[in-house]
């Protein structure tokens, strides 16, 4: 899956896009390189950032998908969005995913994906992206996240949800040691029996710990995502298609080998 951030504020700057241009160009390149997914979010959700009106996403979304749709039909489009106007708006554009930070909350975006029978993405995530950071104590953090999703999946099941993907959000209310020990656990959400999506591309987990910035930290999301393939990851949500995508290939001949 290859970001796409429509957003001035997003955490790593060479992720920002600013010009339709801009825009069809990354999707190119991604979509060349290797990309099952291309991702467009039109809210930066990194630790402290704001809302924004849902007319200001929809603005920036919208119109990016309906371009890309048009360009490369061929292309699968997610929404990174928790709003309900915002995806129910892309996906009419031609989005074909839907891809919600807000922890399942928002049962109209699980009836959305029902009614329109496209796979539905549910993250973990405590409070929003403005108070996440305090949220973070866990008695147990890996019983306590396959407790959530456990109940999400049962939850979607019962509303009709036929393709869930779960995203345990490295980074979402959780503490640098936190994000290394969930990445050490990670195999055990595979018991769910559900793809797991694992978003770890040039965080402050990988930043922090080399002591670098977010763009110097590629080398780092690479190791990052090779043990996540490890550990049971079946989707990686990257910045970087051409480099995830080798590590995959290589990671897939090690597996077969």
């Not at 008695?139 to 036929?162: A, N, P």
């Amino acid at each position: 899956m290859g970001i796409l951030n429509l957003t001035p504020d997003s955490f790593y700057a060479g992720s920002r896009i600013q010009a339709e241009d801009e825009l069809l160009r990354k999707a190119e390149h991604m979509l060349a390189a290797g990309a099952s997914i291309l991702d467009f979010g039109g809210l930066s959700s990194r630790p402290g950032s704001k809302e924004i009106p849902v007319t200001e996403e929809m603005d920036r979304i919208v119109p990016a998908v309906r371009l890309i749709t048009e360009r490369f039909p061929e292309s699968f489009i997610s929404v990174d969005s928790y709003r309900y106007e915002v995806a129910r708006a892309a996906v009419d554009a031609g989005a074909v995913i839907i891809n919600d930070i807000g922890a399942g909350d928002s049962e109209q975006l699980i009836r959305l994906a029902v009614q329109k029978n496209i796979p539905y993405i549910c993250m973990h995530m405590r409070g929003n992206p403005g108070n996440m950071q305090e949220l973070t104590h866990y008695d147990d953090l890996i019983t306590e996240l396959l407790d959530f999703f456990i109940e999400r999946k049962s939850h979607c099941t019962r509303l009709g949800l036929k393709d869930m993907i779960i995203d345990p959000g490295f980074g979402f209310a959780k503490t640098i040691a936190q994000n290394f020990l969930l990445l050490k656990h990670l195999k055990l959400l595979t018991i769910l029996e559900l793809p797991l999506m694992v978003g770890l591309s040039r965080k402050a987990t990988v930043y922090k710990t080399l002591g670098v910035q977010p763009e110097e930290a590629m080398n780092g999301s690479t190791v990052m995502h090779t043990l996540a393939l490890t550990q049971g990851a079946s989707l990686l949500r990257v910045h970087d298609v051409k480099e995830a995508m080798e590590t995959i290939r290589l990671w897939k001949s090690y597996a077969g080998a």
